[in-house]
């Protein structure tokens, strides 16, 4: 476990942190929403034993607005495939330990003990991971700008 690859409890405390978990909880059942109703196996998320999520191959979001109607028509399914991906590259870019807190916490509902267990760490350890983990994404995914919402 590298020190160096998550966040200090310094920076994580600058986020308060419990919105940014409810805005993760909000958009990761926006995530699932929207494969149920874009209803294309390509873009069912799928996680890897690594903790590595793949939906829609090896494609990325498109970051250029002119681009994306150049390559596609620019419509609500696209909308939705785009947050998909965006999604994926979020998880994808924590480190290893990371990812594993962050799956286990949000999408298999496990409490901190057993993720503490299963990583032979300790609680405070474990805790500062998952902080960390959601201030990454929340970043990554821009749920930072909606705090004043929450």
Do not use: W
């Amino acid at each position: 476990m590298k020190n160096e690859l998550i966040l200090s409890n310094f920076i994580t405390k600058q986020y308060d942190i419990s919105k940014l978990k409810k805005m993760i909880d909000l958009f990761l059942q926006l995530v699932e929403s929207f494969q149920i109703m874009l209803n294309d196996k390509s873009y069912y998320i799928k996680y890897s034993s690594n903790y590595e999520i793949r939906v829609g191959g090896s494609r990325q979001p498109t970051s250029s607005k002119i681009e994306s109607f150049f390559i596609k028509e620019y419509n609500d399914t696209y909308k939705k495939e785009q947050l998909l991906l965006k999604y994926k590259c979020a998880v994808n870019t924590l480190s290893d330990i990371e990812r594993q807190v962050f799956i286990e916490t949000f999408v298999n509902k496990k409490h901190i003990s057993n993720i503490r267990d299963e990583l032979f760490s300790y609680n405070d350890k474990v805790i500062l991971i998952k902080k960390s983990a959601i201030v990454k994404v929340s970043l990554s995914l821009g749920l930072d700008r909606f705090m004043d919402l929450f």
